[in-house]
């Protein structure tokens, strides 16, 4: 289980957020320092700290979490341009809240390999 951070108090409505999506499992809301003109982070309520911290039992939730993302950047119209969903795990992949989130980026060319 991951520990307390300022992702599971936006789940539990502790800490404003502009949410875009919530259900049972899933809470979806815009990143407060956006690097791209659409940057939604999607999020487990479920405090798993990372992709590398997921277990076996995760696979329904980690699924979600992806279908989540995508019914998302529909409803932002990013399905017709394109969009990038990323997930960092750990110091060198960028990981700066240990609880587990996918980055929905979109709304502009993306570059690649990613700096
Ligand atoms: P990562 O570096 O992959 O762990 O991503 C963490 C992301 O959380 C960054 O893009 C931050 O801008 C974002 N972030 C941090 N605090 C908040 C917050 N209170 N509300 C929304 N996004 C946040």
Do not use: C, Q
Not at 84 to 107: F, Q
Request: net charge neutral; no cysteine.
């Amino acid at each position: 289980m991951g520990e307390e951070t300022i992702f599971s108090k936006i789940a539990k409505g502790e800490i404003p957020a502009t949410i875009v999506h919530e259900d049972d499992e899933v809470v979806a809301f815009r990143d407060i320092s956006p690097k791209a003109p659409v940057h939604i982070l999607v999020i487990p309520r479920r405090a798993i700290a990372r992709i590398d911290a997921a277990a076996p039992g995760d696979a329904g939730l980690l699924g979600r979490l992806l279908l989540a993302a995508r019914d998302v950047a529909r409803r932002e119209g990013l399905d017709k341009t394109g969009y990038r969903l990323v997930i960092n795990n750990g110091a060198d992949g960028g990981e700066t809240v240990p609880h587990l989130h996918v980055h929905l980026l979109g709304g502009r060319a993306m570059g690649w390999p990613p700096g």
